[in-house]
Nanobody
Framework: QVQLVESGGGLVQPGGSLRLSCVGS????????MGWYRQVPGKQRESVAA???????TYADSVKGRFTISRDNAKNTVILQMNSLKPEDTAVYYC???????WGKGTLVTVSS
């Protein structure tokens, strides 16, 4: 089994920054993809960013140029640096690890003045 624990969410004003962290533990595959998804009530969960163990990164168009994903393979940790935050970035952010489709419990990000 794999466990994922997110941290770093909170309330921030528009234009501000937050840094989300996700730490994985358990039987983590040597090659994997760790990423971030987000969800608002009434909408589907959407992919935000992901990064593989070999460094391949993907971003949603809506966050390109504002969010940066990075990871520390030795620590099974993935970081999402979020800058220039907008009210529409408000959501619960979830960490995901594949293969195996493991999810964290989520951390709430609220962007509001």
């Amino acid at each position: 089994q794999v466990q994922l624990v997110e941290s770093g969410g909170g309330l921030v004003q528009p234009g501000g920054s937050l840094r989300l962290s996700c730490v994985g533990s358990g039987s983590i595959p040597r090659y994997n993809v760790m990423g971030w998804y987000r969800q608002v009530p009434g909408k589907q969960r959407e992919s935000v960013a992901a990064m593989s163990t070999v460094g391949i990164k993907t971003y949603a168009d809506s966050v390109k140029g504002r969010f940066t994903i990075s990871r520390d393979n030795a620590k099974n940790t993935v970081i999402l640096q979020m800058n220039s935050l907008k009210p529409e970035d408000t959501a619960v952010y979830y960490c995901k690890l594949s293969p195996g489709e493991y999810w964290g419990k989520g951390t709430l990000v609220t962007v509001s003045s």
